[in-house]
């Protein structure tokens, strides 16, 4: 239902795709890779808001073409990334007259509204050190590698890489990863997994 007037977009690496106040043109369906909402501090640092994995449809967008809005923060792909976009009136005209639709567009409110709060929680009562431990174990590939750069992990974090790099050199120190370059690998995950529980 959804490939009816679907447009497709592939992005090789790194891009921003929308900034904060653009409009939108759609609705924005991931088909492969991941992308990254996140907002930017007056500060100039970044944080992530959340991540949209394979299937799933950013809300932001939705709530922006039902309601005539700007988009209110930034969204960027990872690379190998290909990212649909279903015109505003067709995704409307979907929505008013299937049920499948509607169903997709309140699971998509009702992971966003979770994954929000559980981003929240973490804020306020994890330090720094153990989300860190925590996205790294939970991000990590199936080979126990994340493939991510410290300035990148400073950005979903909301701190600086220097910040970062100190907290890893701890976590290199105590032998619970390694770090390689552009990755990190888990070297032991249930250490890990105690700093990640620590507060």
Request: net charge positive; proline share 4%.
């Amino acid at each position: 239902m959804l490939e009816c007037g679907m447009q497709l977009n592939r992005f090789d690496e790194l891009k921003t795709i929308i900034n904060k106040g653009n409009s939108v043109s759609g609705a924005y369906v991931v088909v492969r890779g991941r992308l990254r909402v996140y907002s930017i501090s007056p500060a100039g640092n970044e944080a992530t808001l959340y991540f949209l994995n394979p299937g799933e449809v950013c809300i932001l967008a939705l709530n922006c073409i039902f309601n005539n809005l700007l988009y209110p923060a930034w969204v960027q792909t990872e690379p190998d990334t290909c990212v649909g976009v279903i015109p505003s009136l067709t995704y409307r005209t979907l929505f008013q007259n299937e049920p499948s639709i509607q169903n997709l567009t309140v699971h998509a409110l009702s992971v966003l509204v979770f994954r929000l709060m559980e981003e929240l929680e973490e804020v306020h009562t994890l330090s720094l050190n153990a989300r860190l431990a925590k996205f790294i174990l939970l991000r990590g590939a199936g080979d126990g590698q994340l493939r991510m750069t410290q300035s990148e992990l400073a950005s979903h974090l909301g701190t600086t890489r220097e910040v970062i790099a100190k907290l890893l050199r701890k976590m290199v120190a105590a032998k619970s990863v390694k770090t390689l370059r552009g990755s990190i690998l888990i070297e032991d995950p249930d250490l890990l997994a105690k700093q990640a529980n620590r507060e």
